[in-house]
């Protein structure tokens, strides 16, 4: 199976920057879209951004101009470089990998990380 894990979140006050890195690892045929998402207390998961194989981005109006999604293919790795971070970016971040595993590479499957809290606050 695939395996998802994120790291990078902690403790930021207003306007500060945190990069989460996350590695997919396992039996990958492909790498479709990697993604984030977030999760605050009471709300549904949003996506914040994804990238494509190809590299084409999608990003969350939210988070426009401050955050940066980018993909090492060879690592198959994407970071999320947040800047200018607000108390309403507080949640749960978590990773989401689309791709086909080696045993049925025309399958795609979702598979998520167990997420890693960030926290901007004064």
């Known amino acids: 199976q695939v395996q998802v894990v994120e790291s990078g979140g902690g403790l930021v006050q207003p306007g500060g920057s945190l990069r989460l890195s996350c590695a997919a690892s396992?039996?990958?045929?492909?790498?479709?879209?990697m993604g984030w998402y977030r999760q605050a207390p009471w709300k549904q998961r949003e996506l914040v951004a994804d990238i494509t194989s190809a590299g084409s981005t999608n990003y969350a109006d939210s988070v426009k101009g401050r955050f940066t999604i980018s993909r090492d293919n060879a690592k198959n790795t994407v970071y999320l470089q947040m800047n200018s971070l607000k108390p309403e970016d507080t949640a749960v971040y978590y990773c989401n990998t689309r791709a086909r595993a080696t045993s049925d590479v025309w399958t795609q499957y979702d598979y998520w990380g167990q997420g890693t809290q960030v926290t901007v606050s004064s």
């Open positions: 396992g039996s990958i045929f492909r790498i479709d879209v």
